[in-house]
């Protein structure tokens, strides 16, 4: 699959790093029987990490209950295969013994049902981390397509403290401009991006402009760089613009708040009507940017070693490359996990 020569070098430094991918889209709105067989993609291409999104404001608490009820039924069943991540230490023990650590995250805070004591609740149970708003208005906040971004509502100012108090991640991914400030101005942890890139690399709307790349650096948080295309640029050359956006956050606010988000589509044959039936999130404001999904040319897992290739060409450290990888990202949970 790989489409440019790999040297020794970075085949030897990909197998030393520790891989991890903050973002890729698992929850009961996908309805593809596969779901698991894309996940040992991962693990044969290397990845030690995935955090999947197992609920979506379009998802209502009980359904989240019994879907990650479900899910860790499946991985407690595969032992030899999976490891569910309740500690940083669980990722770096999953790479030693071969298997791949799974984390629970949710795109949107709805599967609270407005109740802060499910925090901790779904915290035991494996979440750790969660976006504030997906794309539109929810009862903490203004999501990413909304005209008028009010910013925080007061519930969501006392949800960033509980948040924090917990130990979840704040994920600020799709979440709208003024509602993503001021919750980084408001938390006392680091937060992140899981799945966005740079403004003024592309300028979709699902981007960060500088103001807010530099609010996730002073956070001491990172980015996990997304991998389609229709996010990453306006054409089909989708390494070379990976590789624009962590040049551009790279230099604009340093390699140590940089990761992995690759948001992998793998459900193609079925994309166009999850978009249907969640239109809702969906405005036209946020999608004329993208081209239609046959046009796509997605980051896969299998071409991560690709990256790390491209980077060493371009003059990155192994120490810059590992910390893109996944080091980054260890040194953000172990400050914000409990």
Not at 144 to 152: I, K, M, T
Not at 250 to 258: D, S, T
Not at 302 to 322: F, M, T
Request: aromatic residues 10%; proline residues 3%.
């Amino acid at each position: 699959m790989n489409t440019i020569n790999i040297s020794e070098k970075a085949l030897n430094l990909y197998q030393q790093a520790l891989l991890c991918d903050l973002m890729m889209g698992f929850e009961p709105e996908i309805e593809v029987s596969y779901k698991w067989d894309v996940l040992d993609r991962y693990s044969k291409a290397g990845f030690n990490y995935v955090s999947l999104a197992v609920a979506t404001d379009a998802t209502s608490l009980e359904k989240t209950v019994q879907y990650i009820a479900a899910q860790t039924a499946h991985i407690n069943s595969a032992p030899d295969k999976y490891l569910l991540v309740k500690k940083p230490e669980d990722i770096l023990r999953a790479k030693a013994e071969n298997k791949l650590a799974v984390g629970f995250m949710f795109q949107g805070t709805n599967p609270l049902h407005k109740d802060f004591n499910m925090i901790d609740l779904y915290y035991q149970l494996g979440v750790r981390s969660m976006i504030l708003a997906y794309n539109i208005r929810n009862p903490m906040g203004d999501g990413v397509s909304e005209a008028h971004d009010a910013g925080l509502s007061n519930l969501g100012k006392n949800l960033i403290k509980k948040m924090n108090q917990t130990g979840m991640l704040v994920d600020l991914s799709h979440t709208g401009y003024k509602t993503g400030m001021e919750a980084m101005e408001l938390s006392e942890q680091p937060v992140i991006f899981s799945h966005s890139n740079a403004y003024n690399v592309y300028a979709h709307p699902r981007n960060l402009k500088d103001d807010q790349l530099k609010a996730v650096a002073a956070s001491g948080g990172v980015i996990g760089i997304n991998g389609l295309s229709g996010i990453l640029g306006d054409d089909n050359n989708s390494l070379q613009n990976y590789i624009r956006h962590i040049d551009y956050i790279a230099q604009l606010i340093g390699v140590k708040h940089i990761s992995l988000g690759t948001d992998l589509i793998y459900f193609p044959e079925i994309f166009d009507e999850f978009m249907k039936n969640n239109a809702i999130f969906y405005s036209n404001h946020y999608t004329k940017a993208f081209r239609p999904i046959t046009e796509w040319n997605n980051i896969q897992p299998e071409q991560i070693i690709e990256i790390v290739e491209l980077l060493l060409q371009r003059g990155y450290s192994d120490a810059d490359i590992k910390g893109i990888l996944g080091e980054n990202y260890l040194r953000v949970i172990k400050q914000v996990w409990r």
